[in-house]
């Protein structure tokens, strides 16, 4: 069955199977590699990308419930509040092994796209679910702040 989507700003339509995972049919069959496989069940976050604007865990998402849908990778984040989170990122040195990375910083981006000024448990609740194994969890608060009020 064919599943017609946006993927970063470009129609796509892939002829597979509707109940593969949105991460595999990206990473496999389009080639964007940018997402990470993690855990596979939805708990660890390296996954996530943008459906219509909200953070999902591809990992667990059928290609099917895309259908017509704009799903955006972090190879496709853009704009304002992407530089921001990317430059604060950079300056607080946030990344180690960097596996992590991608999923965090589409949680972040989905974050500061709805609320400007989050509160630490804001960001506590937005970035539920996205472990780094590293433990960079402070850096992380610290630049989604530093982001925050580079957009303020």
């Not at 390296?46 to 290609?63: K, W």
């Not at 972090?74 to 990122?89: P, Q």
């Not at 500061?112 to 989050?118: D, T």
Request: aromatic share 4%; hydrophobic share 40%.
């Amino acid at each position: 069955m064919a599943v017609t989507f946006t993927l970063n700003g470009k129609s796509v339509t892939l002829d597979a199977d509707p109940d593969m995972p949105l991460l595999w049919a990206v990473r496999d069959e389009i080639g964007l590699t940018g997402s990470k496989f993690g855990c596979g069940m939805a708990q660890c976050g390296a996954c996530t990308m943008h459906v219509e604007g909200e953070p999902v865990r591809s990992c667990s998402t059928p290609l099917a419930a895309v259908e017509g849908q704009k799903v955006t990778t972090i190879e496709g984040l853009a704009g304002k509040v992407a530089k921001a989170v990317e430059t604060a990122w950079i300056k607080h040195e946030v990344a180690q092994c960097g596996y992590c990375q991608s999923g965090q910083i589409m949680s972040a981006v989905a974050l500061l796209s709805s609320n400007r000024k989050p509160s630490d448990g804001d960001i506590d609740e937005a970035m539920q679910g996205n472990i780094c194994r590293c433990a960079t969890y402070v850096r992380i608060r610290a630049a989604i702040h530093d982001a925050a009020r580079t957009l303020a």
